[in-house]
């Protein structure tokens, strides 16, 4: 089993479906003109929100390229169905994984690397 799809496995583990109710979505830039590096995190909040310490389902990509965000007509974004797919095959230059809101096509994007933990 390669690291890639351990973390795959992970972040399925963890059912991201049961946390689709955007709290934070976070952009950093880092680096120089030349060789800049774009983070994302995302937290987002269980779908029943009637809990007020609501666990939280937090998500940190790095080395993101092909950054797509389109707000939705209506004023709540969420992530039904955020999808993480491996995307090694393709040989595109240091990115590994391709991301995709499958459901509202809010946001999408690929990036080098990430993280998910459940808080």
């Keep these: 089993m390669t690291k890639n799809d351990t973390k795959l496995q992970h972040y399925h583990s963890l059912r991201q479906k049961e946390f689709n109710f955007l709290s934070k979505l976070e952009i950093e830039q880092t680096g120089s003109m030349h060789a800049q590096s774009l983070q994302i995190v995302i937290e987002l909040l269980p779908s029943n ?3 007020s310490n609501a666990e939280k389902l937090v998500l940190s990509f790095k080395g993101v390229r092909k950054l797509r965000i389109i707000q ?3 004023s709540v974004v969420q992530f039904p ?7 090694r095959q ?3 230059e240091s990115l590994s994984y391709e991301v995709v809101d499958n459901e509202h096509n809010v946001l999408s994007f690929m990036c080098r690397d990430f993280d998910a933990v459940r808080r």
């Design 90 to 92: 393709r040989q595109l």
């Design 72 to 74: 939705a007509d209506w």
């Design 49 to 51: 929100l009637s809990e």
């Design 81 to 87: 169905l955020l999808e993480v797919r491996d995307i």
